[in-house]
């Protein structure tokens, strides 16, 4: 049945008509910017309504960097490292086993190495210690003498493990950016955004973008006190290239200064000095001389969580660090492998979650979906769970047990138009959970295993709470009406300067009405080719695993909503149009 999706276009909530564009505004962007009035219509759509304005969008520089000190206690934070370099004590940088979470540790550590030798890093085992702080960790580090330690992408919630580092006479400043809870930690900072005493103006930061924020500040107090009178001053610009990775993989808004840090990142990777990122593009498959936002996203980041997820999150950190070409060439090929396993273990689960659902669960009448077992790693169960929020358009939460105690993943599609916030959400099952954190997109829980089937439907109680009668369906926003025309290599690349796409500024999608489709084939894993014929153009399309909907396709007309975007393929360049749905007038 065709559309699969509800189609919204700019200022509307119903399908029909696409409204009167707002014209003025338009042609001004048109015609201050040298754009087409699409592009410059995608733009408006995003909020962006002034010549100015689109130039810092087109053309982020680091000079739109907010000043770092505007976040709460980073002057404290800040001193305090100071004050540990000059007393030569020793740092731990204490991190986490996702993207964000290691490239934050990559960053902070490459940088406190080149000023003080005492510094190393500590990332907690998944299965065996799981997320934050542990006080098996602080006990090892009071034997190793350790005086601060500096947490990234982690800490905010980890009250009793920060108490007890502290009586251990461990100081501990905090850096963060999960959801900030009633009580802070009792330390010698706590750095987040979230705070509700913060006053750094924009909020959405990942991990690695906070930690970037204390490294500026550090730099500029040690330039400050003179530390770099007789010494080279690090480039900052150097280390956007893991920036830019793990705000891509937190799949945080890419809006403000994320734009800033990911564009320009994606440039700094796409020439990038480092030895084990150039060893991991090599094994990620990427011929392209530009890195881009999907490339990072699909390629790059799963090796690099692939780590965290199933092997060891130190051979992703040592890859980032190592300077050595042999080191980097042999763990690039160690998280390919750790990559290919996981590829493998979620297919497994997925399958057999696919299968429950199809025998067992009315999905019209689940507003959540919570699963379980003793089989599945833990590891893994985030992504299964991106994978069914993909597929259904509803938050789900997959839980892996072990001696009674089950750790889950939970993710969650953009509701925030419904008012469901995950996160939120979760807090009003707390009763049944251990511990919880995250944010409004993905969290983690701890849960008894004897409470499961309970918290499933309070889950679900709390979703319904939210979004009342509001059908659970996935929704195509469409930027602007063309037709196929209008389709030409200065409007895509004109499109491309848009990127890097993900949250809050995603793939524009077109729609083009009254298209004659012709040449169907289906290729690959069940991706449906087809030929889309208007009055006097014609482009072929691509539609990701839509091949079972060719014999419904074959000789329509339909309107369809796709991303016209180049193609490259043996030497040779071509528009595709990237096929997001199709109605059948």
Same mark, same amino acid.
């Given at each position: 049945?065709?559309?699969?999706?509800?189609?919204?276009?700019?200022?509307?909530?119903?399908?029909?008509?696409?409204?009167?564009?707002?014209?003025?505004?338009?042609?001004?962007?048109?015609?201050?910017?040298?754009?087409?009035?699409?592009?410059?219509?995608?733009?408006?759509?995003?909020?962006?309504?002034?010549?100015?304005?689109?130039?810092?969008?087109?053309?982020?520089?680091?000079?739109?960097?907010?000043?770092?000190?505007?976040?709460?206690?980073?002057?404290?934070? +800040?001193?305090?490292?100071?004050?540990?370099?000059?007393?030569?004590?020793?740092?731990?940088?204490?991190?986490?086993?996702?993207?964000?979470?290691?490239?934050?540790?990559?960053?902070?550590?490459?940088?406190?190495?080149?000023?003080?030798?005492?510094?190393?890093?500590?990332?907690?085992?998944?299965?065996?210690?799981?997320?934050?702080?542990?006080?098996?960790?602080?006990?090892?580090?009071?034997?190793?003498?350790?005086?601060?330690?500096?947490?990234?992408?982690?800490?905010?919630?980890?009250?009793?493990?920060?108490?007890?580092?502290?009586?251990?006479?461990?100081?501990?400043?905090?850096?963060?950016?999960?959801? +900030?809870?009633? /009580?802070?930690?009792?330390?010698?900072?706590?750095?987040?955004?979230?705070?509700?005493?913060?006053?750094?103006?924009?909020?959405?930061?990942?991990? +690695?973008?906070?930690?970037?924020?204390?490294?500026?500040?550090? *730099?500029?107090?040690?330039?400050?006190?003179?530390?770099?009178?007789? *010494?080279?001053?690090?480039?900052?610009?150097?280390?956007?290239?893991?920036?830019?990775?793990?705000?891509?993989?937190? /799949?945080?808004?890419?809006?403000?200064?994320?734009?800033?840090?990911?564009?320009?990142?994606?440039?700094?990777?796409?020439?990038?000095?480092?030895?084990?990122?150039?060893?991991?593009?090599?094994?990620?498959?990427?011929?392209?001389?530009?890195?881009?936002?999907?490339?990072?996203?699909?390629?790059?980041?799963?090796?690099?969580?692939?780590?965290?997820?199933?092997?060891?999150?130190?051979?992703?950190?040592?890859?980032?660090?190592?300077?050595?070409?042999?080191?980097?060439?042999?763990?690039?090929?160690?998280?390919?492998?750790?990559?290919?396993?996981?590829?493998?273990?979620?297919? +497994?689960?997925?399958?057999?979650?696919?299968?429950?659902?199809?025998?067992?669960?009315?999905?019209?009448?689940?507003?959540?979906?919570?699963?379980?077992?003793?089989?599945?790693?833990?590891?893994?169960?985030?992504?299964?769970?991106?994978?069914?929020?993909?597929?259904?358009?509803?938050?789900?939460?997959?839980?892996?047990?072990?001696?009674?105690?089950?750790?889950?993943?939970?993710?969650?599609?953009?509701?925030?138009?419904?008012?469901?916030?995950?996160?939120?959400?979760?807090?009003?099952?707390?009763?049944?959970?251990?511990?919880?954190?995250?944010?409004?997109?993905?969290?983690?829980?701890?849960?008894?295993?004897?409470?499961?089937?309970?918290?499933?439907?309070?889950?679900?109680?709390?979703?319904?709470?939210?979004?009342?009668?509001?059908?659970?369906?996935?929704?195509?926003?469409?930027?602007?009406?063309?037709?196929?025309?209008?389709?030409?290599?200065?409007?895509?690349?004109?499109?491309?300067?848009?990127?890097?796409?993900?949250?809050?500024?995603?793939?524009?999608?077109?729609?083009?009405?009254?298209?004659?489709?012709?040449?169907?084939?289906?290729?690959?894993?069940?991706?449906?080719?087809?030929?889309?014929?208007?009055?006097?153009?014609?482009?072929?399309?691509?539609?990701?695993?839509?091949?079972?909907?060719?014999?419904?396709?074959?000789?329509?007309?339909?309107?369809?909503?796709?991303?016209?975007?180049?193609?490259?393929?043996?030497?040779?360049?071509?528009?595709?149009?990237?096929?997001?749905?199709?109605?059948?007038?």
């Amino acid at each position: 049945m065709l559309p699969i999706t509800r189609w919204k276009f700019p200022n509307t909530n119903t399908v029909p008509t696409v409204p009167v564009p707002t014209s003025r505004d338009r042609d001004l962007l048109a015609g201050g910017l040298g754009i087409s009035s699409i592009v410059s219509q995608i733009m408006i759509n995003r909020g962006i309504t002034t010549p100015d304005d689109a130039k810092k969008f087109l053309f982020p520089s680091l000079e739109q960097l907010h000043n770092p000190f505007l976040m709460k206690d980073m002057e404290r934070g +800040v001193d305090r490292i100071v004050e540990a370099i000059s007393r030569k004590e020793k740092i731990v940088v204490y991190g986490d086993y996702d993207a964000d979470g290691i490239t934050s540790t990559v960053i902070l550590v490459k940088f406190l190495r080149k000023i003080h030798g005492n510094t190393t890093y500590y990332i907690p085992g998944r299965i065996e210690e799981g997320y934050g702080l542990n006080k098996t960790a602080i006990d090892k580090f009071r034997k190793d003498e350790i005086k601060l330690v500096i947490t990234v992408d982690c800490g905010i919630s980890d009250h009793e493990e920060i108490a007890y580092a502290m009586s251990s006479g461990i100081d501990v400043i905090v850096t963060d950016h999960h959801e +900030v809870p009633d /009580i802070l930690p009792d330390c010698g900072a706590v750095i987040n955004p979230h705070r509700g005493d913060c006053s750094f103006p924009f909020k959405s930061l990942a991990g +690695v973008g906070v930690a970037f924020n204390l490294l500026i500040a550090l *730099r500029g107090r040690l330039r400050g006190l003179g530390f770099w009178k007789d *010494r080279k001053c690090p480039n900052l610009r150097e280390y956007l290239d893991l920036v830019a990775l793990g705000t891509i993989g937190d /799949i945080v808004p890419l809006v403000d200064e994320n734009r800033v840090l990911a564009k320009i990142g994606l440039d700094v990777a796409s020439n990038t000095g480092r030895v084990g990122l150039k060893a991991l593009i090599t094994i990620s498959g990427i011929r392209e001389k530009t890195i881009s936002s999907e490339s990072a996203a699909f390629r790059l980041i799963p090796r690099i969580n692939a780590a965290g997820r199933i092997g060891s999150p130190e051979d992703a950190v040592e890859l980032l660090l190592t300077e050595d070409e042999g080191q980097a060439a042999m763990l690039a090929q160690r998280l390919d492998s750790y990559n290919k396993d996981r590829q493998e273990m979620e297919k +497994v689960i997925l399958d057999e979650i696919l299968e429950k659902i199809n025998a067992t669960v009315d999905i019209d009448k689940s507003d959540s979906l919570v699963f379980a077992s003793h089989e599945w790693h833990p590891g893994v169960i985030g992504i299964v769970a991106s994978k069914l929020v993909d597929r259904y358009y509803r938050p789900a939460v997959l839980i892996s047990i072990k001696d009674g105690i089950g750790k889950g993943s939970g993710r969650s599609p953009d509701l925030s138009g419904l008012g469901f916030n995950l996160y939120a959400g979760l807090e009003k099952c707390s009763s049944l959970l251990l511990s919880y954190g995250g944010h409004r997109h993905a969290a983690g829980i701890s849960i008894r295993e004897d409470d499961i089937e309970e918290f499933s439907s309070a889950l679900s109680a709390a979703v319904r709470e939210e979004i009342g009668d509001e059908r659970l369906i996935p929704q195509t926003t469409i930027d602007a009406l063309c037709v196929l025309d209008e389709i030409d290599y200065n409007l895509v690349s004109q499109i491309e300067m848009l990127a890097p796409f993900g949250s809050m500024n995603p793939e524009p999608v077109l729609c083009a009405r009254g298209i004659r489709i012709s040449s169907l084939t289906t290729v690959g894993n069940n991706h449906l080719k087809m030929r889309a014929n208007g009055d006097h153009a014609h482009y072929d399309t691509i539609w990701f695993n839509k091949g079972h909907l060719a014999g419904l396709l074959s000789g329509a007309v339909v309107d369809i909503a796709f991303t016209p975007q180049a193609n490259h393929w043996n030497g040779k360049s071509s528009i595709q149009l990237k096929i997001r749905d199709a109605s059948v007038p």
